[in-house]
T-cell receptor, first 115, second 114 residues
Framework: GENVEQHPSTLSVQEGDSAVIKCTYS??????FPWYKQELGKGPQLIID?????GEKKDQRIAVTLNKTAKHFSLHITETQPEDSAVYFC??????????????FGAGTRLAVHP | NAGVMQNPRHLVRRRGQEARLRCSPM?????VYWYRQLPEEGLKFMVY????????ESGMPKERFSAEFPKEGPSILRIQQVVRGDSAAYFC????????????FGPGTRLTVT
């Protein structure tokens, strides 16, 4: 079945450094790739997403890149701040008959940003 | 603008009891997904519902689990005769239309089975 691999599982950086999280997916028909941030005791929050018709998308300090040929996509956070500390999940989905999509999640990356 | 609401936030049940989890989608959203998150793992799809219809329940265990989304009121995920392995966080997400890519998650219900 569909699978999403996410690396690394933990990531520790100094404030101001960049953080990169990588994901690979198995279903070549996947066409939507969101990233979620989950803080302790809360639900996942959509922070950025990309669709298969573009290779890169940026929103202030975060950016996502997509390589459809290699079936991998990455999250880049620049100028990290302590409040960026959380668990980050990548996901992939494809439109199913009827138009809906169910997300296949990676296992998550625990990011710690140290002051 | 209220987001997705879930209640209760925490639920403790003894083995063999029933657990009933509720989800109210964002205003204007009529499509609900349920996901389960085991400790230290990613979320796993369980079921997708529209008002009064179950569209995809391919992620639901075959026994003891059921879901509904009535014409009026919240979506409900029901677990009968709970076992310890059902302990997890259960999240619902809503989207405005069937073909919308974005899913917005609620805060989750953390179920503990003792």
């Amino acid at each position: 079945g569909e699978n999403v691999e996410q690396h690394p599982s933990t990531l520790s950086v100094q404030e101001g450094d960049s953080a990169v999280i990588k994901c690979t997916y198995s279903d070549s028909a996947s066409n939507y790739f969101p990233w979620y941030k989950q803080e302790l005791g809360k639900g996942p929050q959509l922070i950025i997403d990309i669709r298969s018709n573009v290779g890169e998308k940026k929103d202030q300090r975060i950016a996502v890149t997509l390589n459809k040929t290699a079936k991998h996509f990455s999250l880049h956070i620049t100028e990290t701040q302590p409040e960026d500390s959380a668990v980050y999940f990548c996901a992939a989905s494809r439109s199913l008959s009827g138009g809906y999509n169910k997300l296949i999640f990676g296992a998550g990356t625990r990011l710690a940003v140290h002051p | 603008n209220a987001g997705v609401m879930q209640n209760p936030r925490h639920l403790v049940r003894r083995r063999g009891q029933e657990a009933r989890l509720r989800c109210s989608p964002m205003k204007g959203h009529s499509h609900v997904y349920w996901y389960r998150q085991l400790p230290e793992e990613g979320l796993k799809f369980m079921v997708y519902l529209q008002k009064e219809n179950i569209i995809d329940e391919s992620g639901m265990p075959k026994e003891r689990f059921s879901a509904e989304f009535p014409k009026e009121g919240p979506s409900i995920l029901r677990i009968q005769q709970v076992v310890r392995g059902d302990s997890a966080a259960y999240f619902c997400a809503s989207s405005p239309v069937q073909t919308s890519y974005e899913q917005y998650f609620g805060p989750g219900t953390r179920l503990t089975v003792t």
